[in-house]
């Protein structure tokens, strides 16, 4: 069954910090994986977009990695601010041809002053 | 810059009752879809409309749903006779390309309550 499991569930960081989420997933074959940042009630906006070739992405201060061949991949935020408080989602396209998408049930990052 | 826009940003009906969501893609967007969100829980996809048809839906997207592209502009979900759990934050979205390919780009969601 396809399936995207994201860790950890929430995570505190103090502002200014660093910090690297992470995401699993058992989606195969895959067309691409993709990282969002979702505030409270709002819409899911896109950081990051890969392919299975790719191993790395950035945008910012957001870097994403994926190793194809451990079904894994990290998010990275670096000199966290205060707006990056929100739901961080990952998202794997299964390569059929198809328009289906699995989401994880995302990590929520609270950055405290 | 261009953005998805949805219509109602709230709406509470009583169970059994027709709703109409709406939405509006960007305008050079070829692709739209719709995913549904309940509380506390994950995005999940619904379905996608291309050309004019539905290009692939969901288990979730019954007969209780239908999609529409009444005219050039407007994209809208059709959920008849609601129930409890159909209660949910709805999101639009709108892509170039195929997910595939292509960047989506999320309304900022109807929130669904049924009563």
């Known amino acids: 069954k396809n399936q995207v499991e994201q860790s950890p569930q929430s995570l505190i960081i103090l502002e200014g910090k660093n910090c690297t989420l992470q995401c699993n997933y058992t989606v195969s074959p895959f067309s691409n994986l993709r990282w969002y940042k979702q505030d409270t009630g709002r819409g899911p906006v896109s950081l990051t977009i890969?392919?299975?070739?790719?191993n790395t992405k950035s945008n910012g201060r957001y870097t994403a990695t994926l190793d194809a061949d451990t079904k894994q991949s990290s998010l990275h935020i670096t000199a966290s601010q205060l707006s990056d408080s929100a739901s961080y989602i990952c998202v794997v396209s299964p390569y059929t041809g198809g328009f289906k998408t699995i989401f994880g049930a995302g990590t929520r990052l609270f950055v405290k002053a | 810059e261009p953005e998805v826009t949805q219509t109602p940003s709230h709406q509470v009906t009583q169970m059994g009752q027709e709703v109409i969501l709406r939405c509006v893609p960007i305008?050079?967007?070829?692709?739209f879809y719709w995913y549904r969100q309940i509380l506390g829980q994950k995005v999940e996809f619904l379905v996608s409309?291309?050309?004019?048809?539905?290009?692939?839906k969901s288990e979730i997207f019954d007969d209780q749903f239908s999609v529409e592209r009444p005219d050039g502009s407007n994209f809208t979900l059709k959920i008849r006779s609601t129930k409890l759990e159909d209660s949910a934050m709805y999101f639009c979205a709108s892509s170039q390309g195929t997910f595939n390919t292509g960047e989506l780009f999320f309304g900022e969601g109807s929130r669904l309550t049924v009563l």
């Open positions: 409309f291309y050309n004019n048809e539905i290009s692939e």
């Open positions: 305008s050079n967007h070829l692709y």
């Open positions: 890969m392919t299975f070739s790719e």
